[in-house]
């Protein structure tokens, strides 16, 4: 399984980005895919999460009205849109994919992409 981020950069403040994650090598049921993000001395928390089936949604406080987490069944690729980015969305922006078989569970990271907002 592989996992490939892109669209990160530098920003300024107020401005956009959108994130891709685009799997490959998948041979299970995705459960669900979701965006982390690590800034420098902090823990890595939860963005955004979508699931499969019914494409449910959920967003960390911090984002919600400004992120916007969407999938692309066919291509398995997710995309995190960011609007009205701020400083502190500055961080390394990782690629989640969760999923089953009917004996194992899988759980796949991306290398992750950098995402610098400058105010």
């Known amino acids: 399984v592989q996992l490939v981020e892109s669209g990160g950069g530098l920003v300024q403040a107020g401005g956009s980005l959108r994130l891709s994650c685009a799997a490959s090598g998948i041979t299970f049921s995705i459960n669900a895919m979701a965006w982390y993000r690590q800034a420098p001395g902090k823990q890595r928390e939860l963005v955004a999460v979508?699931?499969?089936?019914?494409?449910?949604?959920n967003y960390a406080d911090s984002v919600k009205g400004r992120f916007t987490i969407s999938r692309d069944n066919v291509k398995t690729t997710m995309y995190l849109q960011m609007n009205s980015l701020k400083s502190e969305d500055t961080a390394m922006y990782y690629c989640?994919?969760?999923?089953?078989?009917?004996?194992?569970?899988?759980?796949?990271w991306g290398q992750g992409t950098q995402v610098t907002v400058s105010s």
């Open positions: 979508v699931t499969s089936g019914g494409g449910s949604t």
């Open positions: 989640d994919v969760i999923g089953t078989t009917r004996t194992r569970k899988y759980d796949y």
